[in-house]
């Protein structure tokens, strides 16, 4: 069976030589589809799971993984593969706990569970679509979760022909480039940054501390370009592109990646419910994903060994006494920071975005300081935080110092501009969409929803979609041809929804920072509410309105409220004095003389 060509499976009791078992199989396959006891594997995707009982579980197998496997391979600094790759690896684990729940939902099969027979042909690993530019959505497969539950394979692959495209063998890899010794000059602070949100929250942090005779060095370890950083105006900020391949390497982990299985091989389970998952086999689909290179957001494990070598001679070369990033969890963060403890460096961590209980895979911090927004960030940072001695401190978002600036006439005209170009007129009122780079089936409903509303709400309205920094060019293209009702049209990615937010008369957005931004300015903010999905909470500050319902959208488009919140309200959520980079610079000198360097 071509697996490409096979059409939806459909999980199946067959009878067997042997006896009834089930199968992974195509519906015309069934030999009496009248009687069979059968479901389509696309029927589980809708069954409900509860969250908490997810997160358990995840938490549980990713616990027993990392006892199983954790110190089966590590870099030459000592950093584990699972606590590098821990984010990744764990965004698998959830994706399968996710289909395992579903599974043992399901009556028939939690009756009589039994091993599953895996769809011929059927890859174990592939991706999910995402209008993410970079970022890479991993699954397991149907036949993949059969592995897991103890089931023979008869030739099926690992990796889809996709994820298979991406991987190369480790002699065809790139050599681990030489550290930059000769170019660096010593500096007080090493800053890292991989996409343009940790740009523009750290550059004007590193511009104070220039204006107090701090130099610095910004590495910059982005892989797209969308996301480099600009040169600095300030000679004494000296910028560090990484060598070029860096985190290009692809090819086989040590340790984990075995996929040969033996007589003597690990039985050793854990339980999702009754299903009992392999452990030794759940090792090899992880490693597998991690033999990939996603960029700099989801780094191949030799990428990782060769960052390490070159982050190595940075910290040498440059002797700093901190090392300032905007996130120390996923790979490129966990990797710098293990590293910058090694050196003797203190690590400060700037929050760039809300967080929200989903809004990561792995609830770690690992830097010495923590910097968050606001007054509600300050209780999860304290249960988030894993080093012994880690230290909160609310000073805002960088981000937004600059925001008293803004010429809102200026981005009104821009908005009024896209329109007229659009529409043939300028509408009265405009509403900003902040998107974030969701799958396409979740932003197109989003979209339906956000039209609708629209449609009905009083008033001459328009819609101008700013997309997320992280988005793919033409993520609305298909929706922008589509759209019917009000006038429609699509920011620039490049000004996205910060550089027209202040020209709007609201925003709409699940969780944008920009929803912050809105709020300070005083803009009204609609937030989308999607079931089981999350926003920035700022209604419950009374800072927006929840909306869940086109009749919502309308409701709030026909009468928008300015907040008008009190200052701690505001507070609560960011802590705006237009002083935020000052601040945190005056944190990082001032602890620079108390941390050990």
């Known amino acids: 069976m071509n697996p490409d060509d096979a059409g939806p499976l459909v999980l199946a009791r067959v009878r067997t030589d042997e006896a009834c078992q089930w199968a992974l199989v195509t519906e015309d396959a069934l030999p009496d589809q009248r009687t069979a006891t059968r479901i389509a594997t696309t029927a589980f995707d809708a069954v409900p799971i509860d969250r908490q009982e997810l997160d358990s579980h995840v938490q549980a197998v990713m616990a027993e993984l990392e006892a199983h496997s954790g110190q089966r391979a590590l870099t030459p600094g000592g950093?584990?593969?699972?606590?590098?790759?821990?984010?990744?690896?764990?965004?698998?684990?959830?994706?399968?706990?996710?289909?395992?729940?579903?599974?043992?939902?399901?009556?028939?099969?939690?009756?009589?569970?039994?091993?599953?027979?895996?769809?011929?042909?059927?890859?174990?690993?592939?991706?999910?679509?995402?209008?993410?530019?970079?970022?890479r959505l991993y699954t397991v497969t149907w036949s993949g979760i059969a592995?897991?539950?103890?089931?023979?394979?008869?030739?099926?692959?690992?990796?889809?022909?996709?994820?298979?495209?991406?991987?190369?063998?480790?002699?065809?890899?790139?050599?681990?480039?030489?550290?930059?010794?000769?170019?660096?000059?010593?500096?007080?602070?090493?800053?890292?940054?991989?996409?343009?949100?940790?740009?523009?929250?750290?550059?004007?942090?590193?511009?104070?501390?220039?204006?107090?005779?701090?130099?610095?060095?910004?590495?910059?370890?982005?892989?797209?370009?969308?996301?480099?950083?600009?040169?600095?105006?300030?000679?004494?900020?000296?910028?560090?592109?990484?060598?070029?391949?860096?985190?290009?390497?692809?090819?086989?982990?040590?340790?984990?990646?075995?996929?040969?299985?033996?007589?003597?091989?690990?039985?050793?389970?854990?339980?999702?419910?009754?299903?009992?998952?392999?452990?030794?086999?759940?090792?090899?689909?992880?490693?597998?994903?991690?033999?990939?290179?996603?960029?700099?957001?989801?780094?191949?494990?030799?990428?990782?060994?060769?960052?390490?070598?070159?982050?190595?001679?940075?910290?040498?070369?440059t002797r700093p006494h901190t090392v300032l990033l905007c996130n120390d969890t996923s790979p490129l963060g966990a990797l710098a920071v293990h590293g910058a403890e090694r050196?003797?460096?203190?690590?400060?961590?700037?929050?760039?975005?809300?967080?929200?209980?989903?809004?990561?895979?792995?609830?770690?911090?690992?830097?010495?300081?923590?910097?968050?927004?606001g007054e509600r960030d300050v209780a999860t940072a304290r249960a988030w935080a894993r080093h012994p001695d880690a230290e909160v401190h609310v000073l805002g978002q960088p981000r937004f110092d600059a925001l008293a600036d803004i010429d809102q006439e200026q981005q009104r005209r821009y908005l009024d501009e896209l329109l007229s170009a659009r529409?043939?007129?300028?509408?009265?009122?405009?509403?900003v969409w902040a998107c974030q780079p969701f799958g396409p089936d979740l932003l197109r409903a989003q979209g339906n929803l956000v039209l609708e509303g629209m449609r009905k709400a009083e008033g001459d309205w328009a819609l101008v979609i700013a997309p997320h920094p992280a988005q793919s060019a033409g993520s609305f293209d298909l929706f922008l041809e589509r759209a019917s009702g009000p006038p429609v049209?699509?920011?620039?990615?490049?000004?996205?929804?910060?550089?027209?937010?202040?020209?709007?008369?609201?925003?709409?957005?699940?969780y944008s920072t920009c929803g912050i931004e809105a709020v300070l300015l005083d803009v009204p903010v609609l937030e989308l509410a999607h079931p089981g999905g999350r926003t920035l909470g700022l209604a419950d500050h009374g800072l927006a309105q929840r909306c869940s319902s086109a009749d919502d959208i309308a409701n709030a488009l026909s009468t928008p409220s300015r907040s008008q919140g009190a200052r701690r309200d505001t507070d609560a959520v960011c802590h705006w004095r237009g002083t935020s980079a000052h601040d945190i610079a005056r944190l990082v000198i001032d602890r620079s003389h108390i941390d050990p360097a």
Request: hydrophobic residues 40%; contains cysteine; aromatic residues 4%.
């Open 489 to 510: 049209a699509g920011a620039d990615p490049g000004i996205g929804a910060r550089g027209c937010l202040a020209g709007a008369d609201a925003i709409l957005s699940a």
């Open 343 to 373: 050196h003797g460096v203190t690590t400060v961590y700037v929050q760039h975005g809300a967080w929200t209980p989903q809004s990561v895979a792995w609830p770690a911090l690992h830097s010495r300081h923590i910097v968050v927004m």
């Open 79 to 135: 950093a584990s593969w699972l606590h590098v790759q821990h984010v990744p690896v764990r965004r698998l684990v959830g994706h399968l706990v996710r289909k395992l729940l579903a599974l043992s939902a399901w009556e028939p099969f939690a009756q009589n569970p039994g091993c599953i027979i895996p769809a011929a042909g059927e890859a174990l690993i592939g991706t999910r679509e995402t209008s993410s530019r970079e970022y």
């Open 147 to 317: 592995y897991l539950l103890g089931a023979p394979l008869a030739g099926n692959p690992m990796r889809s022909a996709q994820l298979g495209q991406l991987t190369v063998s480790p002699a065809e890899a790139s050599p681990v480039p030489s550290p930059i010794l000769s170019a660096l000059p010593q500096s007080a602070v090493v800053a890292l940054s991989w996409s343009s949100r940790h740009a523009e929250t750290i550059l004007p942090v590193l511009e104070e501390l220039a204006r107090d005779g701090h130099p610095s060095v910004l590495v910059d370890l982005a892989t797209n370009s969308a996301d480099r950083c600009p040169e600095p105006t300030t000679p004494s900020i000296h910028l560090c592109p990484a060598s070029a391949g860096l985190l290009s390497p692809a090819g086989t982990v040590s340790g984990p990646a075995s996929t040969d299985e033996g007589p003597g091989d690990d039985d050793k389970t854990i339980r999702v419910r009754e299903l009992a998952v392999r452990l030794d086999r759940l090792e090899r689909l992880a490693a597998s994903i991690v033999e990939t290179s996603g960029g700099s957001t989801q780094p191949s494990w030799r990428a990782v060994l060769c960052t390490e070598t070159w982050l190595d001679g940075v910290f040498a070369s």
């Open 423 to 431: 529409a043939g007129h300028r509408p009265e009122k405009i509403a």
